[in-house]
């Protein structure tokens, strides 16, 4: 007992069957069907003995035909509880680790984007699925089945010692052996199994990555550069597992040479006792099975160990995710419904490492129904202004107010939903036209859709693709032009008629021709709302209310552009490079 509690963490350990309590019945039931099976499987070998003694021996055949059903009655009994203990365990760990899943997923996506630049998406995948999958195994193959082959292995000891309690003392030799041979195995496994886990998340992080940039890894011919790199990685996969495959190697070559020992033993005491007319036969051929029952319980606790520890990894791992507090701090919990559009910036600093600030003191005013436009060089800060709005990040110091109400006292989700966002960078789902538009939102129409397409100016190329609204535009939007994936996403953003409007370099990487159709939409978009754009091509900003020039985080010029043309400035500079033909 001592080396299965140096095994385990019990807090982890409890904490992880309290995933049990909602299935408490379940739970139960296949801890007594497991302590059943403990106590009827080393009845049969006492059945033997008294079998071969009292009835075979004395060739009283009625009286072994009773015994003969009553082993065949016992094994009958086994097999259903055997099977019924395995269903039961298997069904509760994989409802467990789907409850698990579920909560573990829910919380990454409350993450804040700092987690996520922080941590490979490969890691979270493994997370969520990988390593909560090995947690399913602690149910059906580990701290269960740990339980009833200790339960076994005592009744076993108790059954032998209750025979012949010399006899039990020369079989069981070997047991202090055994033990410290199974500690060592543990410990052993327990390390090499961390660092498979550890590999298997570097396998995943590697190929995620690599995949979703093969487009970089062939433009700049590094596939066989690449190759190399995840011929490391996979290496370092295949010794973690070898170290592991080490382990069993030696333990169960021990366990089998401490087996025979005790068979040995028992074998050596039986002709000691047949030369001295006292020993019985059906004894000596129960204490042979009660060995073989005793070291298969032992040999395979220390696999049960290799699951248990599996497990405990995993779920140390998947535990780190789910305690980790890097959600967006709900100061207050207030809602809002009749959004005018008023947002203001007071002495905001704002650093996305430490004290490395991208904002130094920012002010600003937008009032309901002007445009906002931000300009200046890259790094300037205009990115992390809309970030700090949708409280993608927490800005350090200063306010945020939307309609004069500090947005950390605003409900996260209620703040989304009355905020758009159009990025450069459309992401698509591989999913159809439909659905990209309403993110699988059931309360909006195929009719809103198409007329929030038409107001766009969209709807005639959706009409062009295959099976319009319900064309499969595959992984990240792969079988649409840039263009096309932009207007989904003015489209995605027309729908949910946001109180504000946020535009972030939505027009960069679009051709001319698109641009015009691009620019309608815009001008659509920020009809009558609040809204705020970030542009380096100054044609997309110049009817903009106010346009604000930063610069290292802080604002260095702000008015119309007529104004800031006229203050022959940073902003009539920006003006004349790109219009200088």
């Not at 004395?58 to 094994?75: P, Q, R, S, W």
């Not at 062939?218 to 190399?228: D, G, L, P």
């Not at 595959?474 to 207007?487: D, F, H, I, T």
Request: aromatic share 10%; proline share 2%; net charge negative.
């Amino acid at each position: 007992m001592s080396v299965v509690g140096k095994a385990l963490d019990l807090p982890l350990l409890w904490r992880i069957l309290s995933y049990s309590r909602p299935y408490r019945l379940r739970f139960n039931l296949t801890l007594s069907l497991t302590l059943a099976l403990a106590i009827i499987g080393p009845l049969r070998p006492y059945v033997v003995k008294v079998t071969v003694d009292d009835y075979i021996m004395k060739f009283d055949y009625e009286g072994l035909l009773n015994m003969t059903l009553l082993m065949v009655a016992l094994i009958v009994i086994e097999a259903i509880f055997q099977f019924v203990q395995v269903y039961s365990a298997n069904w509760l760990g994989q409802t467990i680790i789907k409850d698990l899943r579920l909560k573990t997923y829910s919380k990454i996506i409350r993450f804040k984007l700092k987690y996520f630049d922080n941590t490979p998406i490969g890691t979270l995948v493994t997370r969520t699925v990988s390593d909560i999958e090995t947690i399913a195994e602690i149910f059906s193959s580990g701290i269960l089945i740990i339980i009833g082959d200790l339960l076994k292995i005592i009744v076993v000891i108790g059954c032998m010692i209750y025979l012949d309690w010399q006899l039990t003392i020369a079989s069981l030799i070997s047991l202090p052996l055994l033990i410290v041979a199974t500690n060592i195995f543990k410990n052993a496994i327990k390390s090499s199994f961390q660092d498979v886990r550890t590999q298997i998340s570097n396998l995943n992080s590697f190929v995620q990555e690599h995949v979703t940039g093969m487009n970089i890894v062939q433009i700049f011919n590094r596939e066989e550069e690449e190759a190399k790199k995840f011929k490391e990685i996979n290496a370092q996969h295949r010794d973690a597992n070898i170290r592991s495959i080490w382990a069993y190697s030696i333990f169960f070559p021990v366990v089998e040479l401490l087996s025979a020992l005790s068979l040995a033993m028992v074998v050596w005491w039986w002709t000691s006792g047949v030369l001295e007319g006292e020993m019985e036969f059906g004894k000596i051929l129960t204490f042979i099975l009660y060995i073989h029952m005793l070291f298969r319980p032992i040999r395979q606790l220390a696999d049960r160990f290799n699951t248990l520890q599996m497990g405990m990894v995993s779920s140390e791992r998947v535990f780190r995710v789910l305690d980790d507090e890097s959600q967006i701090t709900q100061i207050g919990n207030e809602k809002i419904t009749d959004v005018k559009g008023d947002i203001s910036f007071k002495d905001v600093w704002f650093a996305y490492n430490d004290e490395d600030w991208v904002l130094k003191g920012l002010s600003l005013d937008v009032k309901s129904g002007e445009s906002l436009a931000l300009v200046g060089a890259t790094g300037a800060g205009k990115t992390s202004v809309i970030n700090l709005l949708s409280r993608f990040y927490e800005y350090s110091k200063g306010s945020i107010a939307l309609d004069g109400q500090d947005i950390r006292n605003i409900n996260t989700s209620d703040l989304r939903n009355h905020v758009g966002v159009v990025l450069q960078d459309v992401f698509l789902f591989s999913d159809t036209v439909h659905n990209n538009i309403t993110i699988n939102n059931k309360e909006i129409t195929r009719e809103q859709v198409i007329e929030a397409a038409k107001a766009v100016g969209a709807h005639e190329f959706i009409m062009k693709l295959p099976n319009d609204y319900d064309y499969n535009v595959r992984e990240r939007g792969a079988m649409l032009s840039a263009g096309q994936r932009q207007l989904i996403s003015f489209i995605r953003a027309y729908v949910y008629n946001p109180a504000i409007l946020i535009l972030d370099e939505a027009t960069s990487s679009i051709d001319t021709e698109s641009e015009e159709i691009i620019q309608h939409a815009i001008s659509k978009l920020t009809e009558n709302r609040t809204s705020i754009i970030i542009a380096h091509r100054l044609a997309t900003i110049q009817r903009a209310t106010t346009i604000l020039v930063m610069d290292a985080g802080k604002v260095v010029e702000h008015g119309s552009h007529t104004e800031l043309l006229a203050k022959n400035g940073f902003y009539k500079n920006l003006f004349d490079l790109q219009f200088a033909e």
